[in-house]
Each structure stands twice: as structure tokens, then as C-alpha cells.
């Protein structure tokens, strides 16, 4: 059984960093690109960045580029989401997920059950 689970999360103020991590069991973790995702309250979910099953090549939304990286370990089948600067807006609950079907796919096939982060002025 796959299985993601974020954790990290939590209530911080503005401007400060954060890093979330995933770690995922029940899938041999480097065949999979990682996404992660984030959905605010009352939004819809919003793409925040993807990385390859060996680490390279990350993509990102352009709004976060700069601020916000993503890494993975694939010994400790964990992928990171690194968010520097933390602001008001970027509250909102954040979710991993695994995709076999390549880096651009937009097509997922295992979701986390998402971590909070809240991000006080």
C-alpha cells in the first residue's frame, strides 16, 4: 500500500523559512516525479513544483520561483519543499503527491493528506 506523508508544517510569522518534508512508502520512490501542491482556503489547488525521480531538473510556478525549492533524498524516500520568505499568502494546506507518468505529465497518482501551514503577519 502507498502511502505519503507530509509533515512540517505548522504556524510560523512572515518572513521566516520552513521546510516541509514527504516521505513515501510502498513505491520505489525514484520511479516517481514529486509533486507538491497547495490549496488555501476557499481557492482551488494550486501547482507549486515538481522534481524528477533522480533530483533533477525541478520545475516550478512561476509566482514561487526564487523563493520556495524543492529537493528529495532517494535513500530516505523523502522529497522537500524548502520555503524561504514565508508570507500571508502562502497559507494554506500543502500536499505531496507521486507520479509515474514523467516530470510535465500533470498527472498524479498517489496525493498526501496535506500539512498545514500558517503564515501569521
Known amino acids: 500500500q502507498v502511502q505519503l506523508v507530509e509533515s512540517g508544517g505548522g504556524l510560523v510569522q512572515a518572513g521566516v523559512s520552513l521546510r516541509l518534508s514527504c516521505t513515501a512508502s510502498?513505491?520505489?520512490?525514484?520511479?516517481?516525479?514529486m509533486g507538491w501542491f497547495r490549496q488555501a482556503p476557499g481557492k482551488e489547488r494550486e501547482f507549486v513544483g515538481v522534481?524528477?525521480?533522480?533530483?533533477?531538473?525541478?520545475l516550478y510556478t512561476d509566482s514561487l520561483k526564487g523563493r520556495f525549492t524543492i529537493s528529495r533524498d532517494n535513500a530516505k524516500n523523502t522529497v522537500y519543499l524548502q520555503m524561504n520568505n514565508l508570507k500571508p499568502e502562502d497559507t494554506a494546506v500543502y500536499y505531496c503527491?507521486?507520479?509515474?507518468?514523467?516530470?510535465?505529465?500533470?498527472?498524479?497518482?498517489?496525493w498526501g493528506q496535506g500539512t498545514q501551514v500558517t503564515v501569521s503577519s
Open positions: 510502498g513505491l520505489t520512490f525514484s520511479a516517481y516525479a
Open positions: 522534481i524528477s525521480g533522480f533530483g533533477g531538473n525541478p
Open positions: 503527491a507521486a507520479s509515474r507518468h514523467g516530470l510535465g505529465s500533470g498527472q498524479y497518482d498517489y
